[in-house]
Each structure stands twice: as structure tokens, then as C-alpha cells.
């Protein structure tokens, strides 16, 4: 079975900018959530989507949005990008979070 | 909201030592769920063991057990006979029951295994 992939493996952007990370789910999931870790910290949960709904958001600003699409990959999406949004970002997926989740190695975004 | 403390930022212990890593949790709730990952340099966090709270036996893989204390709202992570690719940032982890399945992390301890 395929894992959780992501997309780039790294990217630097300008502040004010936008970006858009890729996340392919391991097959046979159906849930994926996103989480961002700063350097030095454990992951923070953004939001988490569910056949195709968002079902659960972290303290985030709405300037951080996702899409999954039918074949259960997804993408987030940060706008007007600051300075502290440089971090690993994350993608998880699962059949049933209870279980456990699959993790991508992550993006790491350099905003500068 | 639930909080997760890992008191201890790094540890480092010999090749074939058993080493125990600690975590405690704060949370009004009843059924969760509590987990140990595993996130080596390749930066992929890895499940490494489960608890069901509702379970009082401790959940074992292989060379990694864990301790759970529910009342101390306690979950300490044991590693026997450490082997070098052991190194790596541990993180606990909790998720509710119910509503969105989000789990929430400790900060991390970073584990060296000497040879």
C-alpha cells in the first residue's frame, strides 16, 4: 500500500504571498487532517476534512484553507503569508482516527 | 481543552539500556485515546504504540511498552534494549472520543541512543 505523500519537499516565499501544499492520502483513507510544527515544537492541528467536508479546525485564522477532492487528496492553502508561518506543515490520513495516523515526511515553507 | 506535557526535552541513554520516556495529560473527559510517536530526521512522525482509555491493560509492541496511570492522568513510554535507530524526537499524543479526531501533541523529548 502507498503511503501519505506531500508536496514540495521545500519552498521559500516572500511575505505577503500565497502557496498551496499538496497531500496525497494513503489509499483506502478517507480522513486527512493538516497540522503545522514550528521548529522545536510538537505539530499544532489546522483542520481536519472528511469526505470532502471540513469537520474540525484549530486555532488558525481563516487565512489557512483546504480542499480534499474525491479521490481523497488534498491541499492547503495559506494566504498572506507572515513571517511565523515559517514551519513544517504536516498531512495525515486515516480510515479511522482512532487507530492511529499515517503520516507525509511534510513541507518545509520558509516565508522571508 | 486538553493540554499534553512532556517534561523532559531531551534524555540520552546507552545502546541496549531501557529508557522511559514521560507524559501527562490534562482533560475533562472520560474516553480518549493516547499515543506515541516516533519522528526520526526523514522528519515523518511514526505511530510507534496506542492506548484505549477505557482499557486498563497496557498496551505493549514489541520493545515498546507504555505505563498508564489514568487517575494520575499519566502515560509514560518504556523502551527496552535501545537500538541506535531508536534516536528521534517522541512525541505523546491525545485524541477525544468524540467530535473531530485531532490529536494533540507534547512538546517532544529528543532521544540520543549511544553506541
Not at chain 2, 492506548?51 to 496511570?69: C, D, G, P
Amino acid at each position: 500500500e502507498t503511503g501519505v505523500t506531500q508536496s514540495p519537499t521545500h519552498l521559500i516565499k516572500t511575505r505577503g504571498q500565497q502557496v498551496t501544499l499538496r497531500c496525497s492520502s494513503q489509499s483506502g483513507h478517507n480522513t486527512v487532517s493538516w497540522y503545522q510544527q514550528a521548529l522545536g515544537q510538537g505539530p499544532q492541528f489546522i483542520f481536519q476534512y472528511y469526505r470532502e467536508e471540513e469537520n474540525g479546525r484549530g486555532n488558525f485564522p481563516p487565512r489557512f484553507s483546504g480542499l480534499q477532492f474525491p479521490n481523497y487528496s488534498s491541499e492547503l492553502n495559506v494566504n498572506a503569508l507572515e513571517l511565523d508561518d515559517s514551519a513544517l506543515y504536516l498531512c495525515a490520513s486515516s480510515r479511522q482516527g482512532v487507530y492511529g495516523y499515517t503520516f507525509g515526511s511534510g513541507t518545509r515553507l520558509t516565508v522571508v | 481543552a486538553q493540554t499534553v506535557t512532556q517534561s523532559q526535552p531531551e534524555m540520552s541513554v546507552q545502546e541496549a539500556e531501557t529508557v522511559t520516556l514521560s507524559c501527562t495529560y490534562d482533560t475533562s473527559e472520560n474516553n480518549y485515546y493516547l499515543f506515541w510517536y516516533k519522528q526520526p530526521p526523514s522528519r515523518q512522525m511514526i505511530l510507534v504504540i496506542r492506548q484505549e482509555a477505557y482499557k486498563q491493560q497496557n498496551a505493549t509492541e514489541n520493545r515498546f511498552s507504555v505505563n498508564f496511570q489514568k487517575a494520575a492522568k499519566s502515560f509514560s513510554l518504556k523502551i527496552s534494549d535501545s537500538q541506535l535507530g531508536d534516536t528521534a524526537m517522541y512525541f505523546c499524543a491525545f485524541m477525544k472520543h468524540e467530535g473531530a479526531q485531532k490529536l494533540v501533541f507534547g512538546q517532544g523529548t529528543r532521544l540520543t541512543i549511544n553506541p
